[in-house]
């Protein structure tokens, strides 16, 4: 392989994964290439969230606000920065809101994943030395039953508008590969826990409603299942990926950590009442069943062995380690919270839970 790695594109890199992302490439990886991370602030970014660099990283970091649809936006990064590695996160990433309001997702997750494309096949014509690497989900595949995983050769049978919205995506990445010969790579990956993800996603959500008292909201019977990953193993994987993975190739990255919702959350009420000193009996009785999600699936589980066997990547942390972290996090940084809850998402939150 002959990837340069030098100058990357991160999209979406002030949302969760990619915050973390980029801290990994700087703080532990070792990367010492410029990364320039292109992120239009939607209620769930903040580039704040990077605020706090090291002076040493922060001369190979630059914040471009802009939208990932906006041809004209994408092909200045490239050209101003010499991109020979792309990074793909941006996405509406949240089902609920996919179900309430599906358009964005088309807008970003189809057409801005396309504009991308685009602009990296005209600009890195016939080059063999650039990657372009596009962050995907297990939630592609759809929904199992009591038994059985995803596979990289699973067939796609997405359900929700979100979840089609990425495996378009996908089927566009994998065109572009085969028609063009523009070189790829994909991960299809689990449910990512960890600092800096947005409070309305399950672990935050509810590790701030059992901070400020609130009802912890369990959708249905809270019988489905997932599969958690520590974002920064997720982190590790990408970056794995970007430098060992064939062109052309696609690998699930899991936590092989399936969790009932229901004992998540026992788990989670446990950590969370240590830690913050608040009873775990009055936190258990802030349970409250609430409608279920339309069309939900009902289990994730990812098999991850390919990546392991071809790459040698592996989970480093236990699901107990990746809760403690989380939790002391949350508890550590409630002015992030704050700040991240006050903008765009609160109106979303009045507009749309209250007629829960
Ligand atoms: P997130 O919602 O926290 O962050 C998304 C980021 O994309 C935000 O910073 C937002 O401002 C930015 N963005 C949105 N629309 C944009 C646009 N049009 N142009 C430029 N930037 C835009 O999402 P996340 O949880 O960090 O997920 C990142 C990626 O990983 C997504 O592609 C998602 O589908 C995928 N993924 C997430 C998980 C998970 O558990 N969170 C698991 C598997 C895959
Ligand atoms: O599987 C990967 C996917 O994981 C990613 O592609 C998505 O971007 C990410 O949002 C996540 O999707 P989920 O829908 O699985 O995550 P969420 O945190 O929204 O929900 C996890 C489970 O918890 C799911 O079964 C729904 C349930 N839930 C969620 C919320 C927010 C509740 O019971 N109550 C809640 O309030």
């Not at 765009?344 to 009045?350: F, T, V």
């Given at each position: 392989m002959n990837r340069k790695l030098s100058s990357i594109l991160?999209?979406?890199g002030a949302g969760f994964?990619?915050?973390n992302f980029i801290r990994h490439l700087f703080?532990?990886?070792?990367f010492d290439g410029r990364i320039v991370n292109l992120d239009a602030v939607t209620y769930a970014g903040n580039p704040a969230s990077l605020a706090d660099l090291s002076a040493g990283y922060k001369r190979h970091y630059d914040f471009v606000r802009g939208d990932i649809c906006d041809r004209g936006t994408v092909e200045k990064v490239f050209e101003d920065y010499q991109i020979d590695t792309l990074v793909h996160f941006a996405a509406e990433s949240h089902v609920d809101r996919s179900i309430l309001g599906p358009e964005a997702f088309v807008r970003t997750n189809v057409m801005g994943t396309f504009t991308l494309l685009d602009v990296a096949r005209m600009k890195w014509k016939g080059r063999d030395d650039v990657l372009f690497h596009h962050i995907s989900t297990d939630e592609v595949f759809g929904s199992l039953g009591e038994t059985g995983y995803f596979h990289e050769a699973t067939p796609y049978d997405p359900r929700s508008p979100y979840s089609a919205s990425k495996a378009s995506s996908d089927h566009l990445v994998r065109a572009y590969h085969h028609t063009y010969g523009l070189p790829i790579t994909l991960s299809n990956c689990s449910n990512n826990y960890g600092p800096y993800q947005f409070p309305e996603k399950l672990i935050p959500l509810m590790i701030q409603n059992m901070l400020e008292g609130k009802a912890l909201p369990v959708y249905g019977d809270g019988r489905n299942i997932r599969d958690w990953l520590y974002v920064e193993d997720h982190a590790s994987a990408i970056w794995t990926i970007l430098g060992r993975a064939e062109s052309g190739s696609s690998y699930n990255v899991g936590g092989e950590n399936e969790w009932e919702n229901l004992r998540l959350l026992e788990k989670l009420m446990e950590v969370v009442a240590a830690k913050s000193g608040k009873s775990l009996d009055a936190i258990r009785g802030s349970i409250t069943y609430v409608k279920d999600r339309p069309g939900h699936d009902r289990r994730?589980?990812?098999n991850c062995d390919a990546i392991k066997r071809d790459l040698g990547w592996r989970?480093?942390?236990t699901f107990d380690e990746g809760l403690e972290r989380t939790?002391?996090?949350y508890l550590s940084n409630q002015a992030w919270v704050d700040s991240i809850r006050s903008g765009?998402?609160?109106?979303?939150?009045?507009m749309n839970y209250a007629a829960r």
């Open positions: 991160v999209t979406g994964i990619g915050v703080e532990r990886a070792g994730y589980a990812i989970q480093a942390l939790v002391d996090w765009e998402y609160q109106k979303w939150i009045d």
